[in-house]
């Protein structure tokens, strides 16, 4: 079994060419393309934002990779203007050579007890001892998914437009988060305040979360 970290790549974007383009958009509402400068979009964005004029943000998308638990997909998924692909568990057999005939498990730092953390890596073991016995014995990979925990990594693509990013940052990025998705979350939110502030800046996040917890952000 091999114990991993989590990431998170983000898409290259440019933040302000994002947000010209939605002001582009926008300016189709009162016609008044004529007024676009090279700094005109702050104050659009800040004045729709601050009367719900939300709508505009659709125009725009991110699409981002993460590496986590499935537990964080789990939740992550049930936000319906976000678009997913997620490794199967169906079809990726972790007892083949490309996975190293081994599971791999996201490391649940935040278990600071040690004695817990014993129990939580003996129990994933006898899962893996599990999963490859059934294997062996002919099991289908969709029988043996059915012992996959929630702390399985995997790999999903996740896509949303402005809009539904803002909403998933408010949403997930607070201490009533599991710390598996706050990991991921905090750190894309931080970086999207420093290329997008005028839309992101005023969403709030745990403070208290431990940035040696922070997954790895990267840009591809
Ligand atoms: C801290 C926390 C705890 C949670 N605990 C649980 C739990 O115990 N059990 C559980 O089942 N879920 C739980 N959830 C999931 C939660 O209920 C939502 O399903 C999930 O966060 C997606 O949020 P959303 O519906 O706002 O977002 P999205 O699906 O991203 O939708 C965006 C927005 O569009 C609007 N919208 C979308 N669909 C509709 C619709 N059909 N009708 C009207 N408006 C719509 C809403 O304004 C919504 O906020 C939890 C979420 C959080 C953040």
Redesign the pocket.
Known sequence: MKIVEPWVKVEDFDGKKIMQKIERACRTCYRSEDKITDESYKNLLKNCISRGHESVLEHEKITVRIYNDIGSYK?LT?????SFSVESTRYCSYDKDKYGNEISFINPVYIEDKETYEIWKNTMQQIENGYIAMKKLGASTDMCRNILPHSVAAEYTMTANIR?WK??FT??A?N??HPAIRQVMIPLLKYFKEQMPEIFEEIPYDEEFNPKYYAKLSVE
Do not use: K, S
């Open positions: 939740d049930r936000h319906r203007f976000a539904e909403h998933i949403l997930r607070n009533h988060v």
